[in-house]
């Protein structure tokens, strides 16, 4: 079955930066783009990016232009999300999920990561 | 960016009622790609019905998806005590992807 497995618990300092993973297993991991959502403590998710494993190319919120790095590595069928220049607001759950469709990144997001909690504090 | 609003922020009920949530998009979401989410505390959400009407897979038929257009409804048909939880509604149309406020369903 379809699992995505994600990094712990990180605490940083602002304007540390923080790398987390997500590893996917039970499926051809070219085949399916995979997005990058956070979640701040009682908001809505926000969407961060995507990438797309076969290709290595990324799409990424203005809202975090010049902050956040996407990449894969198909040896391990593992994604990274980096965001750099931490603040304080940044202190939220970070999930890897994957779409429903094989091949387009504008898909539903069906399979989800437990979460990350990144932690953003003085 | 599609701004989603949702309705009403929260809706109290009692199991066996049924649940009518709202989401309302500030323009027209092509191919009606909007997705429904439920999300419990301390879970990842939980993907419930996409392209406005069709149920993920595994998903019971109490939740259904209607709408078009600017204007999308989630409807559970009668509450079970595992359904009070917060619901999101997304489009899936582009980027930036976005989400709704969320509607949280609690028990009366």
């Known amino acids: 079955q379809v699992q995505m497995v994600q990094s712990g618990t990180e605490v940083k300092k602002p304007g540390a930066s923080v790398k987390v993973s997500c590893k996917a297993t039970g499926y051809s991991f070219s085949d399916y783009y995979i997005h990058w959502v956070r979640q701040a403590p009682g908001q809505r998710p926000e969407w961060m990016g995507l990438?797309?494993?076969?290709?290595?190319?990324?799409s990424h919120s203005q809202n975090f232009q010049g902050r956040i790095t996407m990449t894969r590595d198909t040896s391990t069928n593992t994604v990274y999300m980096e965001l750099s220049s931490l603040r304080s607001e940044d202190t939220a759950m970070y999930f890897c999920a994957r779409g429903t469709r094989s091949g387009v990144g504008n898909t539903p997001l069906q399979h989800w990561g437990q979460g990350a909690l990144v932690a953003v504090s003085s | 960016e599609i701004v989603l609003t949702q309705s009403p922020g929260t809706l109290s009920l009692s199991p066996g009622e049924r649940a009518t949530l709202s989401c309302r998009a500030s323009r027209g979401i092509s191919s009606n790609y909007l997705a429904w989410y439920q999300q419990k505390p301390g879970q990842a959400p939980r993907l419930l019905i996409y392209s406005a009407s069709t149920r993920a897979t595994g998903i019971p038929n109490r939740f259904s998806g209607s709408g078009s257009g600017t204007d999308f409804t989630l409807t559970i048909s009668r509450l079970e005590p595992e359904d009070f939880a917060v619901y999101y509604c997304?489009?899936?149309?582009?980027?930036?992807?976005?989400f709704g406020g969320g509607t949280k369903v609690e028990i009366k």
């Open positions: 990438v797309n494993p076969s290709d290595g190319s990324v």
């Open positions: 997304q489009h899936h149309n582009g980027s930036p992807l976005t």
